[in-house]
């Protein structure tokens, strides 16, 4: 089964600095990954994502994600992490789920705190 | 644009009692999915419908059932509550199914007392 595992339970980072949130995969045949964040008591939102091609992926709010193949990677970074960006990062990976009824489900990792200081 | 639209957004019920949340998801999406995400985790995949027919299940307990209707709206029933399944409870829409990202709802926090 595929899976995402995020090392770090949190990050923190000052404000203006670069940052960035950790994940790596195991997956059997293509990785479909994707970051989503979620702010307290709200649903998730989809960041970015990586299905195919290049390798650096660009998102929302100024995030990318660097696919690695042989490190089985997809870290998260921004260049400039704002105070607003603390929240809670969820890593995921499509998984090909039920075969026969065509199932396709999305496991997330644990998922990371970021703490952004001013 | 239009999002995932889930009601009730908040629900107390007390121990053995029944449960029903809904889901509406963003227009054309072909697919739905329930979420559970107890204090502090992951959300963890409970069920989904594609194209209106059960497409997989994960750790949904017995107690639970889903269905997607003719108008795609999605329903979660939750039968003999017991404590443990408090938790938020999020939707999902997707529009492809393979590889599209997930829309989520704001959630539904089922409190049971």
């Known amino acids: 089964a595929q899976s995402v595992a995020q090392p770090e339970d949190q990050v923190n980072v000052a404000e203006g600095n670069p940052l960035t949130v950790k994940c790596t995969y195991s997956?059997?045949?293509?990785?479909?990954l994707f970051w989503y964040v979620q702010y307290p008591n709200r649903g998730l939102q989809f960041l970015l994502k990586y299905i195919t091609g290049d390798n650096l992926v660009k998102g929302s709010y100024g995030f990318e994600a660097e696919f690695n193949k042989s490190q089985t990677s997809f870290h998260l970074k921004k260049p400039s992490a704002l105070v607003s960006d603390s929240a809670l990062y969820f890593c995921a990976v499509r998984d090909k789920g039920n075969q026969n009824t065509g199932g396709f489900k999305t496991i997330f990792g644990a998922g990371t705190r970021l703490f952004v200081k001013a | 644009a239009a999002g995932v639209i889930q009601s009730p957004r908040h629900l107390i019920k007390e121990k053995r009692e029944t449960a029903t949340l809904k889901c509406y998801p963003i227009p054309r999406h072909d697919t739905v999915y329930w979420y559970q995400q107890g204090p502090g985790q992951d959300p963890q995949f409970l069920i989904s419908?594609?194209?209106?027919?059960?497409?997989d299940k994960g750790s949904i307990p017995d107690r639970f059932s889903a269905q997607q209707f003719s108008d795609y709206h999605s329903e979660l029933n939750m039968s003999s509550l017991e404590l443990g399944d408090s938790a938020l409870y999020f939707c999902?829409?997707?529009?492809?199914?393979?590889?599209?990202?997930?829309?989520f709802g704001e959630g539904s926090r089922l409190t049971v007392l």
């Open positions: 997956v059997s045949g293509n990785p479909y």
């Open positions: 419908f594609y194209e209106k027919m059960q497409s």
């Open positions: 999902a829409s997707s529009l492809k199914r393979i590889t599209g990202e997930l829309f």
